[in-house]
Antibody, heavy 116, light 108 residues
């Protein structure tokens, strides 16, 4: 059974940093592109970032470019999102999702709240 | 960036009735469109990909149609568990991968 489990969310002040993790199991992680998708409270879904299976290709939404960094460790079956210079508008549930361009598998999400 | 527009924002339907949800793209997508269902407090669930292919385990009452810029999700006979928010998502021109704003299907 495919499982994606996010962690690392919490309350952070504006301008602060946070690193999210996503632990994957039940599939060959190293062969799948991985993604982060977020959802602000009461709002719709927003794609945040994607990374190819070998980390050769990385993409970011304009709203996070230059502040967020996606990475992965295939030996640990883990996906990461380093979030710096956080803003109030980054407050959301962050989901890891796979594979590829449409998302068959989703984690349960981790809530990031940016507030003073 | 491709803009996805869903209509209506809210759809009120009685159980057992048919629901028809629309999704329009600002550019042609061919058939590179997916539909998701999301219930409160849960992650989205993939329903349809390739505009019309049901994902594994999705009941036959869910069907997708369309190509180019106009797409439709039809729920043939609404069950109580189908009341939720539905999103379309394009994966033809990326990045970014973009979602519609969602259609809430509520009980009439």
């Amino acid at each position: 059974e495919v499982q994606l489990v996010e962690s690392g969310g919490g309350l952070v002040k504006p301008g602060g940093s946070l690193k999210l993790s996503c632990a994957a199991s039940g599939f060959t992680f190293s062969t799948y592109n991985m993604n982060w998708v977020r959802q602000a409270p009461g709002k719709g879904l927003e794609w945040v970032s994607s990374i190819s299976s070998s980390s050769s290709y990385i993409y970011y939404a304009d709203s996070v470019k230059g502040r967020f960094t996606i990475s992965r460790d295939n030996a640990k079956n883990s996906l990461y999102l380093q979030m710096n210079s956080l803003r109030a508008e980054d407050t959301a549930v962050y989901y890891c999702a796979s594979p590829g361009s449409y998302y068959t598998y989703w984690g349960q999400g981790t809530l990031v709240t940016v507030s003073s | 960036e491709i803009v996805m527009t869903q209509s209506p924002a809210t759809l009120s339907v009685s159980p057992g009735e048919r629901a028809t949800l629309s999704c329009r793209a600002s550019q042609s997508l061919s058939s590179n469109l997916a539909w998701y269902q999301q219930k409160p407090g849960q992650a989205p669930r993939l329903l349809i990909y390739g505009a019309s292919t049901r994902a594994t385990g999705i009941p036959a009452r869910f069907s997708g149609s369309g190509s180019g810029t106009e797409f439709t999700l039809t729920i043939s006979s609404l069950q109580s568990e189908d009341f939720a928010v539905y999103y379309c998502q394009q994966y033809n021109n990326w990045p970014p991968w973009t979602f519609g704003q969602g259609t809430k299907v509520e009980i009439k």
